[in-house]
């Protein structure tokens, strides 16, 4: 506690005060930083964006990674695209979807780095770059996640043969045809569920053909 106790984060937020949210980022308790955080995404002003990034960093609390993520996304600044796309591997589920909805809010600028994101060695990573180029319904994204709708980790494949399925393309369908015959459940259902998106009649056989299958 300081001197004259903890910040009022909700005051600050009202009379936008930049620089004490600012400062209220480095204060010892977690509620305080994360209430900072988003307080700062309200208040929309520029000044704050390199102390959310530092945020986005904090060692101790994910509240306050998600809260600071969160907030960026609001801002759409290109300068968070690499700590964003770095956040996307967070140890915390719902801090990497957070970073995943920033970057999808971001848009064109983001679009390349996520898709490099895309040959990273970690398959968190790889498989939230996945979740992040459907949101952005971008056809650019196609090919790239044609790639690794056949990686060797489930969980990157399943969110793959998922944006596939969110992009509509029918340069998909030989892709989500094979996810068809996936050793894993979850990525089969994913590709029936894409498969029923696609408008074309090799999409429509293929669903014909496995149900038949049973």
Not at 6 to 22: F, G, M, N, S, T
Not at 184 to 212: G, N, W, Y
Request: net charge negative; glycine share 6%.
């Amino acid at each position: 506690m300081t001197l004259f106790g903890p910040p009022d984060v909700e005051r600050l937020r009202r009379k936008r005060k930049v620089p004490a949210l600012i400062e209220a980022l480095n204060f010892v308790d977690d509620q305080i930083r994360a209430g900072a955080a988003a307080a700062l995404g309200d208040v929309g002003d520029p000044r704050a964006v390199e102390p959310l990034i530092i945020a986005m960093r904090d060692p101790w609390s994910p509240a306050v990674r998600r809260a600071a993520a969160e907030s960026l996304g609001r801002f759409r600044d290109a300068r968070a695209i690499p700590h964003l796309v770095a956040t996307l591997g967070d140890d915390w589920m719902f801090v990497r979807l957070a970073a995943a909805e920033a970057l999808a809010a971001t848009g064109e600028p983001a679009l390349e780095p996520v898709i490099e994101a895309l040959s990273g060695v970690s398959p968190t990573e790889r498989a939230m770059a996945a979740v992040v180029l459907g949101r952005m319904r971008d056809a650019r994204a196609v090919q790239p996640l044609l790639w690794v709708a056949a990686d060797h980790d489930a969980d990157v494949r399943l969110f793959a043969v998922t944006s596939l399925g969110m992009l509509r393309d029918v340069r998909a369908i030989d892709a989500l045809v094979a996810a068809l015959r996936d050793n894993e459940e979850s990525v089969r259902a994913a590709a029936v569920d894409a498969l029923e998106h696609v408008d074309d009649p090799r999409a429509a056989a293929a669903l014909a053909a496995a149900k038949r299958a049973g």
